[in-house]
């Protein structure tokens, strides 16, 4: 695995932890279908969250946040349609987060 999957692979474990710490049931992480792909699927109640989670050691490329395009968002969304038919949860309220981290090391920064 390159760098950028392992910095990835770290940053939704983090998310994964984030969400379990808040009261979140996970549901599945890196859930895939015909259409596409998505993070995290979460539960909090009786709601279903679809979590895309970006990570970056910096921001001279933007926000982690900002690189969720409107493709992506096309994506995540009929990935979403697809897991709620799937397991017969159109009774849910559904919502689509984004889960950005900026990851920093600073050396002798002081």
Request: aromatic fraction near 10%; charge should be neutral.
């Amino acid at each position: 695995m390159n760098e950028k999957g392992r910095l990835g692979n770290r940053g939704e474990n983090l998310a994964l932890e984030y969400l379990k710490n808040r009261g979140y049931e996970i549901l599945s992480n890196n859930y895939r279908c015909h259409f596409g792909e998505v993070d995290i699927i979460a539960r909090k109640g009786n709601e279903i969250i679809f979590a895309e989670v970006k990570t970056r050691s910096g921001n001279s490329y933007g926000y982690p946040e900002e690189a969720v395009d409107k493709n992506k968002i096309k994506h995540i969304r009929k990935v979403a349609e697809a897991y709620i038919a799937d397991n017969k949860l159109s009774e849910m309220s559904i919502r689509f987060d984004v889960i950005s981290i900026e990851l920093k090391h600073i050396e002798n920064c002081f």
